[in-house]
């Protein structure tokens, strides 16, 4: 996504937004909107962006035997 030339025009990801309570945002332009809000002032701003955690990784396959020498 961060590549990508198309971002999703979220207030999420916008330069002009800043993050408040779960699911809202403060936006210089238009005031308190929610985080999936659209306006035709969006800036993609990379640094919004939230990284997914990774999954856990399931080691019950492996037994003791795997990790000796």
């Known amino acids: 996504m961060l590549f990508r030339k198309k971002h999703p ?22 005031g308190i909107v929610r985080e999936d809000h659209r306006c035709f002032r969006f800036r993609y701003d990379p640094l919004q962006r939230k990284p997914k955690h990774a999954k856990a990784l399931d080691f019950s396959k492996y ?4 990790f000796s020498l």
């Open 9 to 30: 025009r979220l207030c999420e990801y916008c330069k002009f937004a800043a993050p408040a309570e779960d699911g809202w945002c403060i936006c210089k332009k238009k």
């Open 63 to 66: 037994d003791k035997t795997d």
